[in-house]
C-alpha cells in the first residue's frame, strides 16, 4: 500500500521523474493488476453508485441491489476494458515509429488512468461531480510516458497522444454501453 501512495504521488506532483522509475521496473501484467489496477480500478464505480445511493441525483436514488450490481458490473469490466486499450496501444506504437510492449503499454495506460481514477472520488459528494475534470491531467502524464514506455519518438508524440485519446474515450463509451446493458440501473 506505501508503495502505490508513493507511486500515485509521485506521478501526480512529478511525473516525469516517475516514468523514469517505472521504466526501469519489471512489473508482471499480475503484479500490476494486483498491487495496482485492482485497487484504483474500483474508485470509479463504487464512488459513483455510494454517491448516488446516499445522496441521489435530481432528488431521485439509485436502489441499493441494483445500484450495487451495477458497480460490479462496471468494476469487473473495467479490468479487461484496460488490458484491451493497452493492447491497442501496444499494436499501435510501432506505426508511430515506437515499439510494441504488451506488458509496457499497460504500465503506460494503468498509470495515465490514476488522476483520472482518483478524481472520479468527487462522485461521493453531491454537487462535485464536475471536478471528475480533474482527471484530464492523465493526458498530460500519459504524453510523457509514451516515450519512455514505448519508445515513441518525440515528433510523433502528440499525434500518437490524440489517437490513445480517441481510442481511451471509444473504449469507455463501449464499456459504459455494455455495462448498462448487463446491469441497468433505475433511479427511485
Known sequence: MKDMISRIKGLILTPRQEWERIESEDTSVLELYLKYIGILAAIPPFASF????????????????????????????SLPALFMTA??????????DGRSDDRRALALAAYSYTPAWLASAFGLVPGLRFLDVLGLYGIYVFSLGLTR??????????????????????????????????APVQLL
Not at 493492447?87 to 508511430?96: D, H, K, R, T
Not at 490513445?164 to 455494455?178: D, E, N, Q, Y
Open 87 to 96: 493492447f491497442v496501444i501496444s499494436m499501435a506504437a510501432p506505426y508511430f
Open 50 to 77: 455510494l454517491g448516488s445511493w446516499l445522496f441521489g441525483s435530481r432528488g431521485l436514488h439509485t436502489p441499493v441491489v441494483a445500484g450495487a450490481l451495477h458497480a460490479v458490473a462496471q468494476y469487473a469490466l
Open 149 to 182: 514506455m514505448m519508445r515513441v519518438p518525440k515528433d510523433n508524440l502528440d499525434v500518437f497522444t490524440l489517437v490513445a485519446l480517441f481510442l481511451t474515450v471509444a473504449m469507455a463509451a463501449l464499456h459504459a454501453w455494455v455495462v448498462s446493458a448487463i
